[in-house]
């Protein structure tokens, strides 16, 4: 496979800056002879901290979310501008937990996303189905879907900075992922979307992640599937004894 491995952390609205420095500072020290491409993505709070610390190693900053708009009257949001000034790399767009929780929609989802590319950032967008979508049999519709909406206006051009993170809802934080053959069944789907929207050689080379608790003891059989590319680990990446192994997994 010419794609390379994209093993990313996102931290949630987990840590203090002291606890997110020196887990940063861990990762740096364990990661550094690492061989796949690494991310990890703190509370914004956390993040001129962290950007101190991660700066000219192997691990990107990412953030979890960007408003809409570059600067204005938007209360309690946080801007690429803002972003750009702490160094931040990489902007994961359209999480479940922003999907569900917060009622993103893809039109708003797609406004960040181009907004964000047009900035230069690296875009990780997270699409996945609910439980009862499913059961229903509606996973392709649903990730179809979300993958043509969030990249709506999106050229080839600012696709090389797109990554896309599969995270079925119903194996997020549940400790129920994903078989291995069921995410690649999605991964396939996920890349033949992008195939008809920006030809084979944009979808043989686009990242898909996988997400939906990744462990040290799943990490293995996932990233072994054909189409996964890598992972977006939650609960697993807030510590070096389960992080590390995930992200130096053995093929
Ligand atoms: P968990 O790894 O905790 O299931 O979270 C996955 C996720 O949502 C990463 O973005």
């Not at 990313?8 to 203090?16: D, E, V």
């Not at 920006?198 to 939906?212: H, N, P, R, T, W």
């Not at 462990?215 to 996932?222: E, I, S, V, Y």
Request: contains cysteine; negative net charge.
């Amino acid at each position: 496979m010419s794609r390379n491995y994209y093993m990313a952390g996102n931290w949630k609205m987990h840590l203090t800056r002291t606890e997110a420095s020196q887990l940063a500072q861990d990762l740096v020290k364990q990661l550094g002879d690492g061989k796949h491409k690494y991310l990890i993505a703190p509370s914004f709070t956390l993040l001129e901290t962290v950007s101190a610390v991660v700066e000219n190693s192997n691990i990107r900053l990412g953030a979890q979310n960007c408003a809409p708009e570059e600067q204005g009257a938007h209360t309690g949001e946080v801007s690429v501008l803002q972003l750009k000034d702490l160094d931040v790399q990489t902007i994961i767009l359209g999480h479940s937990e922003r999907r569900h929780i917060y009622k993103e929609d893809d039109a708003l989802i797609n406004k960040k996303v181009k907004l964000a590319l047009k900035h230069g950032f690296e875009v990780i967008l997270c699409i996945g189905e609910l439980l009862e979508e499913r059961e229903t049999g509606k996973v392709e519709e649903v990730c179809e879907r979300q993958t043509v909406k969030g990249l709506e206006g999106v050229n080839a051009e600012d696709l090389h900075n797109v990554v896309i993170a599969y995270e079925p809802v119903w194996a997020i934080g549940t400790g129920k992922t994903a078989t291995p053959q069921d995410a690649e069944a999605v991964h396939a789907f996920v890349r033949k979307v992008i195939a008809r929207l920006y030809g084979e050689d944009a979808a043989s080379k686009i990242i898909i992640q996988y997400g939906g608790s990744v462990k040290p003891d799943n990490a293995a059989q996932l990233m072994a599937m054909e189409n996964i590319d890598g992972a977006l680990v939650g609960g697993a990446s807030l510590k070096t004894d389960t992080f590390i192994p995930i992200a130096k997994f053995k093929s």
